[in-house]
T-cell receptor
Framework: AQKVTQAQTEISVVEKEDVTLDCVYETRDTTYYLFWYKQPPSGELVFLIRRNSFDEQNEISGRYSWNFQKSTSSFNFTITASQVVDSAVYFCALSEPSSGSARQLTFGSGTQLTVLP | DTAVSQTPKYLVTQMGNDKSIKCEQNLGHDTMYWYKQDSKKFLKIMFSYNNKELIINETVPNRFSPKSPDKAHLNLHINSLELGDSAVYFC??????????????FGPGTRLLVL
């Protein structure tokens, strides 16, 4: 069975600090996809990044960076120089096969990030 | 310009009632989904529709029935609402490409409260 673990339930940092959100996954698939979504206090789910299992290159987008390590089944997310607007719940997700042509997402339990001014 | 929209945004109703939540996407996607987010923020897939065909329906009670009139719409009808149905329901959509995984884009959510 697919599983995604976000061991950090809540993290608080002070503005401008760097913070890393951990994500560990389990899958038997050889081809799989990993995602991060952000859920701000307003409640919507915002897509941040998708990474497939064949691409282990780290990715940087502005203050955001992602470290994918297949050897440890981890897909960690770092926010550099955090800002108050980064306060949100962050979800890691893993795609898993289902019948038909679509694949469903299995979400981790989320990490509540609070950035204090 | 909203990519995935849901109505209503809030829904408060009594136990035993029947209600529907509507979802529409203008992204040209051919697969749509319903997810339930409980009070602890845990997100779980409920249904997936691909080209108007249901392809996921696992542990969801049969009081929940998805209805897809066309590729751009996937509505969720709930019969005989129970207290435990209180949650946030998210609609999502994506392309469905065999052996691949397109990103799922989510609607704003519908907050359902059953009294």
């Amino acid at each position: 069975a697919q599983k995604v673990t976000q061991a950090q339930t809540e993290i608080s940092v002070v503005e401008k600090e760097d913070v890393t959100l951990d994500c560990v996954y389990e899958t038997r698939d050889t081809t799989y996809y990993l995602f991060w979504y952000k859920q701000p206090p307003s409640g919507e789910l915002v897509f941040l990044i998708r990474r497939n299992s064949f691409d282990e290159q780290n990715e940087i987008s502005g203050r955001y960076s992602w470290n994918f390590q297949k050897s440890t089944s981890s897909f960690n997310f770092t926010i550099t120089a955090s800002q108050v607007v980064d306060s949100a719940v962050y979800f890691c997700a893993l795609s898993e096969p289902s019948s038909g042509s679509a694949r469903q997402l299995t979400f981790g339990s989320g990490t509540q990030l609070t950035v204090l001014p | 310009d909203t990519a995935v929209s849901q109505t209503p945004k809030y829904l408060v109703t009594q136990m035993g009632n029947d209600k529907s939540i509507k979802c529409e996407q203008n992204l040209g996607h051919d697969t749509m989904y319903w997810y339930k987010q409980d009070s602890k923020k845990f997100l779980k897939i409920m249904f997936s529709y691909n080209n108007k065909e249901l392809i996921i329906n696992e542990t969801v009670p049969n009081r929940f029935s998805p209805k897809s009139p066309d590729k751009a719409h996937l509505n969720l009808h709930i019969n005989s609402l129970e207290l435990g149905d209180s949650a946030v329901y998210f609609c999502a959509s994506s392309h469905a490409i065999p052996q691949s995984q397109e990103t799922q884009y989510f609607g704003p959510g519908t907050r359902l409260l059953v009294l």
